[in-house]
């Protein structure tokens, strides 16, 4: 059975036709990427995809399933070749829709593209599939829940080794699990309150229920708090690390930016107040995916553009993930060197905390004696010499290391603000429930709040309903043993 959620399409009125049509019909695309290359995948799914498979090739049955066949491919109505290729065939259930998938594998020429997807055009009850089609039916079959699709989406996007992991592990499911097993719990402890309320005043139930029930909710908020206690860490991963450049005018921000990014990504000239916009530059360091941001520099400006890139250049730094702090080596007042930046941090108009950032202090090639014994965040860089710049990498690696952390299968991250919300949202649930017991209301209305609770963890998969997993749950739930 398909696992639909017929209450919500029915609600939608004649776009629930036409969803229903859509999910339904046979739908093909190509599953390749757009463009010349040396093989294109169409891929079809749907009930009508063996006829497709029959038109092209004139079999009279579908090949073994799963297995390559080098065939000639015929267009249904004139009957030329179109191109030789490789068909597949993925039988029901066993595909990723979930339902009858054709794969075929062609040249990868725009004139063969075209050609095949109008040739399956041509088979009745066939369309071109739209974004996310292929995805949202197996959702739809079950074959992967919305973390899974989310994961999916984003090893489609991931630029980066870090990425890429993330990505996977929740493509996989292991976020999913995770959510699910605690929604399992959830399931348990309400059909133990409903039981309770049921069947407690024949004194039918064991004793007790109630605070084990306690004891369980307690364990599993905890565990909540705990996942959701990670500094964001997945959803910076995978949206990319802020990392600003700031500091007063001329202290080498743009050619940081430009030593960085190996490019002459920003404009350096001698005259202060060189950048006005802010300079975004992407890259990967180490695995990581960056998103570097010079800024204009820090004065007291009476210019209305120089004002304006101040302006966005402070937002800039009270936004990001990291701040690189740049000061001028040769200018660093001779004062006690926390006192100096703290100093310094002030003229320059910025209320960050100096732990949190990187600083960088430039045009080393400019002091004649080193200065000795700085602090692990603090390093001396020269952009004209180059000094000092594989340290500043190292422990700009290690810095985004903790901001992105890692993920594993065993603690697998939020990547996304929807995860937090809807899990901010069980959690307060959660203490309602609490809170109403203790205030001695109604278990009916506590019960609510678990209700409540569970409705919005299956939010995160989009796959419990309350009342199946009740079904469940109570199918096997033995009563007053
Ligand atoms: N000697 C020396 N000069 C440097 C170094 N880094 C930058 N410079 C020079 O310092 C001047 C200013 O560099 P920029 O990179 O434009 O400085 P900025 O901080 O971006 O300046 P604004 O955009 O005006 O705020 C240029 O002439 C650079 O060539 C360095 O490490 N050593
Ligand atoms: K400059
Ligand atoms: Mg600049």
């Known amino acids: 059975m398909r696992n639909l959620n017929w209450r919500k399409m029915m609600s939608g009125g004649p776009k629930f036709f036409k969803s229903f049509h859509r999910l339904y019909s046979t739908i093909f695309a190509l599953s390749s990427g757009q463009g010349k290359c040396g093989v294109a995948v169409i891929r079809v799914s749907g009930s009508k995809s063996v006829d497709v498979l029959k038109s092209l090739t004139g079999l009279q049955k579908p090949p073994p399933a799963r297995t390559a066949l080098l065939k000639k491919l015929l267009h249904p109505v004139s009957g030329h070749t179109i191109d030789k290729g490789l068909i597949l065939y993925f039988p029901r259930p066993h595909s990723f829709t979930g339902e009858d998938v054709v794969e075929f594998h062609v040249h990868g020429g725009r ?81 133990h309150v409903e039981a309770y309320i049921d069947f407690s005043e024949d004194d039918n139930i064991e004793d007790g229920v109630l605070e084990s029930v306690e004891k369980k909710l307690k364990v599993l908020a905890e565990e909540m708090k705990s996942h959701m206690s990670d500094e964001r860490r997945g959803e910076i991963l995978r949206s990319g690390v802020q990392v600003s450049i700031v500091g007063e005018p001329n202290v080498g ?136 710049i594989s340290q500043l990498l190292s422990v700009l690696q290690n810095r985004l290391t903790s901001l992105c952390g890692d993920p594993s299968r065993e603690c697998p991250t939020i990547t996304q603000a929807r995860h937090r919300t809807y899990l901010e949202t069980c959690l307060e649930y959660l203490h309602e429930y609490q809170r109403s017991l203790e205030a001695e209301q109604d278990l009916v209305i506590a019960a609510e709040q678990l209700r409540q609770a569970l409705r919005h963890l299956g939010m995160l998969t989009g796959k419990v309903s309350t009342e199946q997993l009740l079904d469940l749950v109570f199918s096997e739930f033995c009563i007053g043993k």
Request: with cysteine; charged share 20%; proline share 5%.
């Open 111 to 191: 004139a063969v593209v075209s050609a095949m997807l109008s040739a399956v055009g041509q088979i009745p009850d066939c369309f071109p599939a739209q974004p996310g089609d292929f995805t949202k039916r197996a959702f739809y079959a079950g074959k992967m829940d919305l973390t899974a699709v989310e994961g999916l989406a984003d090893l489609l996007s991931a630029e980066t080794e870090a990425q890429r992991k993330q990505a996977l592990l929740q493509m996989e499911g292991h976020l999913g699990k995770l959510y699910n097993e605690w929604a399992q719990t959830l399931v348990k402890c309400m059909a």
């Open 253 to 388: 921000k743009s050619s940081l930016l430009n030593t960085l990014a190996q490019r002459p990504a920003a404009i350096v000239t001698s005259q202060a107040g060189t950048t006005r916009d802010l300079v975004r530059v992407s890259m990967d360091l180490g695995g990581f995916p960056v998103q570097l941001c010079d800024t204009a520099g820090l004065r007291e400006a009476s210019d209305e553009v120089e004002k304006e890139g101040i302006h966005r250049a402070k937002a800039a730094a009270a936004k990001a993930d990291l701040v690189l702090l740049v000061a001028s080596a040769p200018l660093l007042p001779k004062v006690p060197l926390e006192q100096a930046l703290q100093n310094y941090l002030k003229t320059c108009g910025l209320s960050i905390n100096l732990k949190d950032c990187i600083v960088v202090l430039n045009k080393s090639d400019l002091i004649p004696d080193k200065i000795q014994e700085l602090p692990e965040n603090v390093i001396l860089t020269s952009c004209e010499s180059g000094e000092g």
